[in-house]
């Protein structure tokens, strides 16, 4: 208890940020007065072991402290099974609540629950009501006379060391938010766990007990070496001298521009949207932003959101080298180093990563810094990764983290640990990118994500190239609703009449507000809060702008290939994107007997270690960031929706299955995208063949059964009914200029504009029935495990995360709340030789070399043989197939693997020499060109 809150003092001083200081000094008053009730509950939060039912709990082999316990004069009564079961965390709220009110003689039975669950909820989960009610009719449990003499002895000692003994009178009139709860939750948890860790903090002997030694608590702080606050440096004015330095760029683009200057005018604990063209530069704009955000606001990191691994693991690689180039406060008083992390399933995999973990795990990384110093004296970032952060529940901790969406959606899903994922997050600005890509299920997460981090006053960025007017407004409301909502409370209270009062206790259900004005302005634009009113900016074009010709074309093999053969003719860089991975296959195989080597394929369904070497290779050949590298003369690059958005991918010609109207255009995003790259001829001008239309001249045409299944057919009959129109008026879309229209008109409720033939609209109004029905299930199915706002001041988080998951993202249930997934089961792939020798399935020779035995000794092997690992595809799946395949994959066991974190409970899929098996009435067949391929054994897909 006394290392806890000797913990505790150093969190305070040294590491949380000045704006997770603001909130609670805003709640409690007083800074000192904060920093006691942090020091005094962290002490605390043990309080509940002082107690017989939680001593006699005690191992036999630890009898020697039984016996010191009764030769002082406590009792350890026998009590029942039931009673053994009361967990200390529950006791010691308990106690903590007689505590207090019987030293300021105050009887309120819910007044002190918002200080009171923080001791009860320090494992993780709150407590309910009932729990509290079913301790509370059971006193007698926690031990009576001497019981209590010790634990108002202990209590003494940390309310002194906190210097709360006359503070209590204020601090009862004191109305704390959820928000201060749930950070002091976590600051308490995060002191526990680091007080518990034996390496820091060394058990002592019995009879020689430690209390508030400062030396003790020092040394084991400095051994966990946790970076103080990131300080930006922001004095850099100059916007295009600051893009030199820090991201190599000569001149600020408009966009670039605008974000800088809204950075420094808007609301520091606000919101700003960036809507910008493909390619303008919306992330290096985002970071700029961020840099004096952090500043202004007071935040002490940065998290960017994104919506794929692959997005992700390329984010993470920009955010390094940002980092490594990032010029930030050079003083005594400030940290240079500062944790990173990569938050998704598979971060092991990402090269940076694992450089930064196994080459200076716990040590400042200085490569490449000497080339991003901008100025002599002036100290710049140093990215390193924690050991004490890599892990699932302490991942959100570090002051530097990239991740997939769902890491940022789980602060809205609950689950145990969750106030450690809100105190990792509060601390720093959040940046979300390509917004606009999460589908109704996710955005009822995504909303109320954005309710905590407007409740916390984070700084929020949001980027998009296509983003309705609709889901903007959504947005900005979702953001300021706490604070609405915290206004109509005072408003009604403020004209209650005085008999009326308890009712300022009652939780208020604040819907979303309605903003009656927000100001229009011609896209590209910035759109932020100033002065607590929504103001948007519009920003001048680059200057870059494409006519991108549209054709539909027929749905075929032979059609495709006659195309394409004459359009690269003189050579040039084709994508294809397919809405299935069956699809992509199909295509890839009909292509490679005319274009042979030049098709390259790519889709979710290659190991993890085969799809990252895939996407090195595309960004070698297509990135902007590898112009030096000699682009092909020919290359037919065929891809599923992982080449969608967020990577700097250019080709010269895009073919991509029928599709919503905001990922079309997104699509349309890798075309053309460099300049000064060299195109042939017949690609001079960008061109995007549609397909995925059955019958092109049917009224009205009909999608592809596979594009139905995956967006259904309402958006895909909006996209035709706009493309009908594009094609009428010349076949040209102008980008940027038709962005906002066509997303607009894509999402209007009421489909004006869309010019619907009668023929056309029986089928449309079915769609949009069944659109709307599937809609309204998405979102209340969402509502099951979701968060609740932020509640008002003076109301507890008791009961917080009652009913959600166990265990977050770790649970496959857990993971498929945030995302409307069917279930999923991961494999390794493995190929048992003729000689009966396992080896892993790769296709880098030096990993598919290995020879695999029961016994796992290296690293290396273990990380090649987790490299190996897919996701097999929810049809194969369906009704009685997943146990009957889980069965036959859980006969290839080793035990001896499972005391590896990487292969622990990891079910094996063992290949023959052909790379092929059959399962439950399936082929299964992997390939270094194709993938993963699965048919039914008699042939059928």
């Known amino acids: 208890?006394?290392?806890?809150?000797?913990?505790?003092?150093?969190?305070?001083?040294?590491?949380?940020?000045?704006?997770?200081?603001?909130?609670?000094?805003?709640?409690?008053?007083?800074?000192?007065?904060?920093?006691?009730?942090?020091?005094?509950?962290?002490?605390?939060?043990?309080?509940?072991?002082?107690?017989?039912?939680?001593?006699?709990?005690?191992?036999?082999?630890?009898?020697?402290?039984?016996?010191?316990?009764?030769?002082?004069?406590?009792?350890?009564?026998?009590?029942?099974?039931?009673?053994?079961?009361?967990?200390?965390?529950?006791?010691?709220?308990?106690?903590?609540?007689?505590?207090?009110?019987n030293k300021l003689k105050d009887s309120s039975n819910t007044k002190f629950d918002p200080l009171a669950v923080i001791i009860g909820g320090h494992h993780g989960v709150p407590p309910t009501h009932n729990d509290i009610l079913n301790l509370k009719d059971d006193v007698k449990r926690l031990g009576a006379n001497e019981w209590n003499d010790v634990r108002l002895e202990l209590t003494s000692l940390i309310e002194a060391k906190a210097n709360l003994e006359t503070k209590w009178d204020k601090i009862k009139e004191l109305k704390i938010t959820q928000v201060s709860q749930v950070l002091l939750s976590g600051l308490v948890i995060v002191a526990d766990w680091v007080a518990s860790t034996k390496e820091l903090f060394p058990l002592v002997e019995l009879g020689n007990p430690v209390v508030f030694c400062s030396d003790r608590v020092k040394y084991g702080w400095e051994r966990l070496s946790l970076s103080k606050?990131?300080?930006?440096?922001?004095?850099?004015?100059?916007?295009?001298?600051?893009?030199?330095?820090?991201?190599?760029?000569?001149?600020?683009?408009?966009?670039?521009?605008?974000?800088?200057?809204?950075?420094?005018?808007?609301?520091?604990?606000?919101?700003?949207?960036?809507?910008?063209?493909?390619?303008?530069?919306?992330?290096?704009?985002?970071?700029?932003?961020?840099?004096?955000?952090?500043?202004?606001?007071?935040?002490?990191?940065?998290?960017?959101?994104?919506?794929?691994?692959?997005?992700?693991?390329?984010?993470?690689?920009?955010?390094?080298?940002?980092?490594?180039?990032?010029?930030?406060?050079?003083?005594?008083?400030?940290?240079?180093?500062?944790?990173?992390?990569?938050?998704?399933?598979?971060?092991w995999f990402n090269p940076t990563f694992q450089d930064l973990f196994t080459n200076n795990l716990d040590a400042p990384v200085a490569v490449g810094v000497d080339e991003g110093v901008p100025d002599e004296g002036v100290s710049t970032v140093q990215p390193y990764v924690s050991s004490w952060t890599v892990g699932r529940k302490k991942a959100a901790l570090a002051d530097f983290t990239v991740g997939t969406i769902d890491q940022l959606l789980f602060l809205s899903l609950k689950s145990r640990h969750l106030v450690l994922r809100h105190l990792g997050v509060s601390k720093k600005v959040v940046i979300v990118d390509e917004v606009h890509a999460y589908d109704a299920y996710m955005s009822v997460y995504l909303m109320r994500t954005i309710q905590w981090l407007g409740a916390y006053g984070v700084p929020v960025i949001l980027l998009s190239a296509t983003l309705s007017s609709q889901q903007r407004k959504n947005l900005l409301d979702a953001y300021k609703a706490y604070e609405q909502a915290k206004l109509k409370n005072n408003s009604e209270k403020s004209q209650r009449p005085a008999t009326a009062w308890r009712k300022q206790d009652v939780a208020v259900d604040h819907d979303i507000p309605d903003h009656n004005f927000i100001p229009e302005a011609p896209y590209p634009r910035v759109t932020y809060f100033k002065n607590n009113q929504i103001n948007v900016s519009s920003v001048q074009s680059s200057g870059r702008s494409l006519d991108v010709s549209i054709k539909c074309i027929p749905d075929s093999d032979e059609d495709l290939i006659r195309l394409l053969s004459e359009y690269l003719a003189?050579?040039?860089?084709?994508?294809?994107?397919?809405?299935?991975?069956?699809?992509?296959?199909?295509?890839?195989?009909?292509?490679?007997?005319?274009?042979?080597?030049?098709?390259?394929?790519?889709?979710?369904?290659?190991?993890?270690?085969?799809?990252?070497?895939?996407?090195?290779?595309?960004?070698?050949?297509?990135?902007?960031?590898?112009?030096?590298?000699?682009?092909?003369?020919?290359?037919?690059?065929?891809?599923?929706?992982?080449?969608?958005?967020?990577?700097?991918?250019?080709f010269d010609l895009l073919v991509t299955d029928l599709c919503p109207i905001d990922l079309l255009l997104q699509r349309i995003g890798r075309l053309h995208r460099h300049a000064n790259t060299y195109r042939p001829q017949k690609l001079h001008t960008p061109i995007c063949l549609i397909a995925g239309v059955k019958d092109l001249d049917a009224s009205p045409p009909m999608p592809v059964s596979g594009s139905k299944r995956v967006y259904g057919e309402y958006p895909l009959y909006v996209t035709l009914l706009l493309l009908r129109h594009i094609i009428n008026e010349g076949s040209i879309i102008r980008l940027p200029q038709d962005i906002s229209n066509l997303i607009e008109k894509g999402y209007n409720e009421d489909l004006t504009g869309l010019n619907i033939p009668d023929s056309w609209e029986i089928s449309i109004q079915n769609a949009k029935s069944q659109h709307d029905k599937s809609r309204e299930l998405l979102i209340a199915r969402a509502k099951t495990y979701m968060l609740s706002k932020p509640d008002m001041p003076g109301n507890s988080i008791l009961g917080w995360v009652a009913e959600g998951v166990t265990e977050g993202e770790e649970n496959r249930i857990g993971f498929a709340q945030v995302r409307d997934t069917e279930e999923a089961l991961e494999v390794i792939l493995l190929m048992r030789d003729n000689q009966g020798n396992l080896h892993p399935v790769s296709s880098d020779e030096r990993i598919s070399s290995l020879v695999l035995e029961d016994q796992i000794n290296s690293i290396e092997v273990v990380t090649a043989i987790a490299s190996c690992s897919l996701q097999l595809p929810t049809w194969v799946l369906k009704g009685n197939n997943i146990i009957l395949l889980i069965a036959e994959l859980e006969k290839n066991f080793f035990e001896k693997w499972q005391s590896n974190s990487l292969l622990s409970g990891q079910l094996l899929l063992i290949l023959d020499l052909n790379l092929a098996i059959e399962l439950i009435g399936y082929e299964f067949v992997y390939s270094y060109s194709n993938g993963l391929s699965i048919k039914e054994s008699n042939g059928n897909l």
Request: aromatic fraction near 8%.
């Open 1 to 101: 208890m006394a290392d806890t809150a000797g913990v505790a003092e150093f969190l305070w001083n040294d590491w949380i940020s000045p704006r997770q200081k603001n909130i609670l000094c805003n709640d409690f008053q007083d800074e000192q007065l904060a920093q006691g009730i942090l020091i005094f509950l962290a002490g605390m939060h043990d309080i509940g072991k002082a107690t017989p039912i939680f001593q006699i709990r005690l191992p036999s082999s630890f009898g020697v402290l039984s016996d010191i316990i009764v030769e002082n004069g406590l009792d350890l009564p026998k009590v029942s099974s039931s009673s053994q079961k009361t967990l200390h965390a529950l006791a010691g709220q308990v106690l903590f609540s007689n505590w207090i009110k």
């Open 229 to 347: 606050p990131w300080v930006p440096d922001i004095d850099e004015t100059d916007v295009d001298k600051k893009l030199r330095r820090v991201f190599g760029m000569q001149e600020a683009r408009p966009i670039q521009s605008a974000a800088f200057q809204v950075a420094h005018e808007m609301d520091s604990t606000g919101m700003m949207i960036i809507e910008a063209p493909m390619g303008e530069g919306k992330t290096e704009a985002a970071l700029l932003a961020a840099e004096i955000l952090a500043f202004r606001a007071g935040a002490s990191g940065c998290m960017v959101a994104l919506p794929t691994q692959a997005t992700s693991n390329a984010m993470f690689d920009r955010l390094h080298a940002w980092l490594l180039k990032l010029p930030q406060k050079a003083d005594s008083n400030f940290s240079t180093k500062h944790s990173v992390m990569l938050q998704h399933g598979k971060f």
């Open 570 to 650: 003189d050579g040039g860089c084709v994508l294809i994107i397919r809405n299935t991975v069956k699809r992509a296959q199909d295509t890839a195989d009909h292509l490679r007997k005319i274009f042979c080597d030049d098709v390259f394929l790519i889709h979710s369904r290659f190991t993890i270690g085969d799809r990252q070497r895939k996407e090195q290779e595309l960004l070698q050949m297509f990135s902007a960031r590898y112009l030096e590298k000699k682009r092909p003369f020919r290359k037919i690059v065929v891809a599923t929706q992982v080449l969608e958005q967020s990577l700097d991918l250019d």
